[in-house]
């Protein structure tokens, strides 16, 4: 970072605003923070210089301290065997071991306040949140605030890297100066015809194989759900959903971080759009959202709380509140898409975030995105979701679905299944440049590229083929999108836990990728269904092909619910003999003395994992590998 002085100003009012914090709080050193302008400004058009009194929401991400140890701890939670297994932070043991120190903290917090902004803290003291003017935007942080239009929409950002203190800046990981949105929703409507045939929820739970586990009197009761929003919606419409469907009528719970942005957010993210049919757009889209979400959610998982965070500013803000208020929330939904290439400052924003959901329990799942390979939607080149560009969350992608309709439309089983591909999009997915392979992400078919692959799974998302209907607006639509095989996909977690009696499940791909690797590499348990047939090539960009085990284009494949539910449970560690979660070098020697015939095989019964009365060399291999490697 460089040591810099505060920039003259040619507009007056800046220059005004500077002598004015000048002279009310002394010079301070000042440094520049690197990555802190949009990169929206390079495709934007400028406006004007932005009015002094117009106000807009921002926030600082501050850095996490001993982010080794974090990434240990996490890799820690999801090891089966290690004693971290599973144990779970509050966000107050988040702060206290990986926020930035209380000091710094609250004294940053009175630095927003003192220069008339209003502040909101959040307990994991990774992130502050704060609203002014632009003067005094412009006056604390040293820049040139401007209005831009940017597809359609008029927002205001700082045109110059902002200066903070230089006793903060080391502690600063980025600051969000600007009213760009940050990601798009990623739901596609093609009609309002309530005679056609399309998906209930009776038709997923006979295609994916969930009836079993409904039967069973697992519904995700227990469990909550949480949507990450920018929309308020009318509860009506989900009751209608679920009386219409024979889903048990639950209303969902609404939370709001700030504001309420009204229902399609015309005081929200749809301000600023100046032409009627945008506009329109934009708040049917919004709505339409949320309301996909809560009510897919609720069908797949018909017992569990669905809460709604919904932010007046963007989903940052939503996902921040989840995450530090509502941690009990153990899955978290999110159907929004951003181009990673145009936009890698995601990383900075929404990383601490994922980081401390994981290291908190919560199973975040991110919608691969609806334009296939071309994840831009620019026709330029392969790109994918920058939201799902971490290790911390799973992506999840889309089909396209026959369930075999009777003549009373009604689904009777997965007749086939391929890579969703078609005139209203295609499912996301490709390769990170931003992210690298997480240690979990290994298996038939995954490549070795080093990098961040998605999407993870997959679910039905295509819009014709064959729908998903909804209720918006009063009425039913037909609607498709990786948007709806996401909060489908929360309910499956959610009945998961249920059925496991877990506390949360966390970054769960390390679970769903070992079972894929068993499933694919070893003739294991098949709770996928594996994808061979379509790609993700969309609007002239090339994409990928489905391929036995996992591919770029549906990740693991689509899930047989039953299957998977019961194979996420706690499973028996062959050679772990007092079922502590590891083998111990007692444990292998017993094994020794049991396979030799000193000690009996009562003694250790996992040990015969074949079940033949004995145990062999190979029975011990493995109970070796067990031990070195975890259960």
């Known amino acids: 970072m460089k040591l810099l002085q505060r920039r003259p100003y040619a507009i007056a009012t800046a220059i005004a605003a500077l002598t004015l914090a000048a002279t009310s709080h002394g010079a301070e050193e000042l440094r520049e923070l690197p990555a802190a302008v949009s990169p929206h400004l390079a495709t934007a058009q400028l406006l004007n210089a932005a009015g ?65 902004f209003a502040v909101q ?36 950002a700082n045109a110059d890297p902002p200066l903070l203190p230089a006793r903060f800046a080391a502690d600063v990981e980025s600051v969000r100066l600007n009213t760009f949105r940050l990601a798009d929703p ?43 929003a920018r929309s308020d919606f009318h509860t009506s ?58 009510e897919w959610a609720s069908a797949m998982a018909p017992g569990a709380t669905v809460l709604v965070d919904i932010s007046s500013s963007d989903i940052d803000v939503s996902l921040a509140h989840i995450v530090s208020k509502h941690s009990d929330a153990k899955i978290v939904s999110v159907s929004f898409g951003l181009c990673e290439r145009l ?57 396209q679905l026959d369930p075999g309709f009777d003549a009373n ?70 609607i498709g999108g990786t948007s709806a095989a996401t909060p489908s996909w929360g309910g499956i977690v959610a009945l998961a836990n249920q059925a496991n009696a877990a506390e949360g499940s966390g970054i769960i791909n390390y679970a769903l990728y070992a079972l894929g690797a068993k499933q694919y590499a070893e003739s294991g348990q098949a709770v996928f269904h594996d994808i061979t047939v379509g790609d993700n090539s969309f609007d002239g960009v090339a994409g990928f092909a489905a391929g036995p085990g996992y591919d770029l284009a549906s990740g693991l494949g689509t899930p ?16 772990d003999c007092n079922a502590d979660g590891m083998i111990s070098t007692d444990e292998l020697v017993a094994a020794v003395h049991i396979a030799l015939g000193l000690t009996p095989l009562s003694r250790c019964e996992s040990l015969d994992t074949d ?17 070195v490697h975890g259960c």
């Not at 993210?269 to 959202?289: H, K, L, M, T, Y």
């Not at 039953?562 to 050679?575: D, I, M, N």
Request: negative net charge; charged residues 20%; proline residues 6%.
């Open 121 to 156: 803290t959040l307990a994991s003291r990774t992130r502050i949140e704060f609203s002014g003017t632009v003067v005094q935007v412009q006056s604390a942080f040293s820049v040139r605030m401007n209005a831009y239009r940017h597809r359609g929409r008029r927002a205001l």
């Open 237 to 294: 419409d989900v009751t209608n959903f679920q009386q219409f469907f024979g889903v048990p009528v639950r209303a969902p719970v609404k939370v709001f971080p700030g504001r309420n942005p009204g229902v399609g957010a015309p005081n929200g993210v749809c301000a600023g759009i100046s032409n009627p049919n945008d506009r329109s757009n934009c708040i049917f889209g919004e709505q339409v959202e949320v309301l996909l979400d809560v």
């Open 52 to 116: 002094g009194d117009e106000s807009l929401p921002m926030s600082i991400t501050l850095r996490l301290r001993h982010r080794d140890e974090l990434e240990a701890l996490l890799a820690a939670q999801h090891r089966p065997g290690s004693a971290d297994y599973h144990r779970w932070l509050s966000p107050d043991e988040f702060a206290a071991r990986f926020g930035a120190p209380q000091e710094t903290y609250d004294a940053l917090a009175n630095w927003l306040r003192d220069r008339g």
């Open 186 to 228: 990623v739901v596609t409507v093609v009609g309002t015809n309530d005679t056609i045939t399309a998906l209930g929820p009776a038709d997923a739970y006979t295609a994916y194989n969930v009836t079993p586990v409904l039967e069973q009197g697992i519904d995700g009761s227990g469990q909550t759900i949480a949507i990450a």
């Open 560 to 575: 047989d619910v039953a299957a998977l539910v019961q194979a996420l449970g706690p499973q028996e560690c062959a050679g």
């Open 343 to 399: 936009d890698p400052t995601v990383v900075q924003t929404l990383g601490p975030i994922y980081m401390q959901a994981a290291s908190q329990g919560q199973t975040v799942l991110v919608a691969a995105g609806n334009n296939g390979a071309d994840g831009c939607d620019d026709r330029k080149s392969a790109g994918v979701n920058g939201l799902g560009s971490f290790a911390e969350v799973t992506v999840v992608g889309g089909t």
């Open 409 to 478: 439309g009604d689904a009777t089983g997965r007749v086939s299944e391929e890579v969703w591909n078609d005139v209203n999009g295609a499912s996301g997915g490709g390769v990170s440049t931003l992210a690298a392979k997480p240690m979990y992400q290994r298996g038939p078919g995954v490549p070795d590229d080093g990098a961040r692959d998605q999407p993870d799974v997959t679910l039905m998302a295509s819009p014709t083929h064959v729908g998903y209907f909804m209720f918006a607006e009063g009425g039913l639509l037909l």
């Open 611 to 627: 079940h033949n009365g004995r145990v062999t060399v190979n029975e011990l291999v493995g109970a070796t590998s067990r031990a």
